[in-house]
Nanobody, 114 residues
Framework: QVQLVESGGGLVQPGGSLRLSCAAS????????MRWYRQAPGKQRELVAH???????NYADSVKGRFTISRDNTKNTVYLQMNSLKPEDTAVYYC????????WGQGTQVTVSS
């Protein structure tokens, strides 16, 4: 069974940084594209970044130049390094992969506020 467990969220001041982690199990991790989504209150879930099995990456325009997605296949873990955080980055961040269907983690709250 596929399981995704996020960690690393918290409260940070504008301009600060956080690193999110997502540990995966139940899949041959290195073969799968991994994605980070976020959902702010009252808004739809949006794709933030993805990384393919070949380490190709793509980002939402709103986070380009500030966020970096990476993966460690030896640890079955995908990361999201978030720098220069803004209040509008406040959301629950979810890890995702697809194996026949979507699998989601439980989410981790990121709050950017002074």
């Amino acid at each position: 069974q596929v399981q995704l467990v996020e960690s690393g969220g918290g409260l940070v001041q504008p301009g600060g940084s956080l690193r999110l982690s997502c540990a995966a199990s139940g899949i041959a991790f290195s073969f799968y594209t991994m994605r980070w989504y976020r959902q702010a209150p009252g808004k739809q879930r949006e794709l933030v970044a993805h990384i393919t099995s070949g380490d190709s990456t793509n980002y939402a325009d709103s986070v380009k130049g500030r966020f970096t997605i990476s993966r460690d296949n030896t640890k079955n873990t995908v990361y999201l390094q978030m720098n220069s955080l803004k209040p509008e980055d406040t959301a629950v961040y979810y890890c995702n992969t697809v194996r026949g269907k979507d699998f989601w983690g439980q989410g981790t709250q990121v709050t950017v506020s002074s």
